[in-house]
């Protein structure tokens, strides 16, 4: 199945480093309208809310740079070596399953490498956790 495009005018907000203002400010909004639910996916399947939102705009960037060279999840993944799934937990933001040598291989495959590096800067304590070495590889 064809994935849609992303529209230009979708893109910016989607994409944007945010600071740890901002992440800890949309937070608390999502906790205060969606409470219940929140906890329980935290919970279940343990997602981190402040996470996958630090993580937005990687996953966007990285979607719509693949996009932007008419590659789909399949082809991306044959390119880098590594099975679709992977590729996908880091374009969906499932931070847990992904694995930090995936994620920079992507970045480097699509040229995004100075870009996720001002990402890293703003958010080094999940850089950090995302660092290629990282002992919390998922397997």
């Not at 880091?90 to 995936?102: A, M, P, Q, W």
Request: net charge positive; hydrophobic share 40%.
């Amino acid at each position: 199945m064809k994935e849609a495009p992303i529209s230009k005018e979708t893109r910016s907000p989607m994409r944007k480093i945010l600071s740890e203002d901002e992440v800890r400010s949309i937070s608390r909004r999502l906790g205060k309208v969606m409470s219940p639910i929140l906890g329980e996916l935290s919970s279940h399947y343990g997602l981190n809310i402040e996470e996958s939102i630090r993580f937005q705009a990687v996953a966007s960037r990285l979607r719509e740079a693949r996009e932007d060279r008419n590659m789909d999840l399949k082809a991306a993944a044959k390119a880098l070596g590594v099975p679709q799934y992977r590729l996908r937990y880091i374009e969906e933001c499932r931070v847990k399953n992904l694995r930090s040598s995936d994620l920079h291989a992507y970045v480097d495959f699509l040229g995004l490498g100075k870009w996720f590096a001002r990402w890293r800067r703003a958010h080094p304590n999940m850089a950090a956790r995302l660092a290629p070495d990282a002992k919390s590889e998922v397997k």
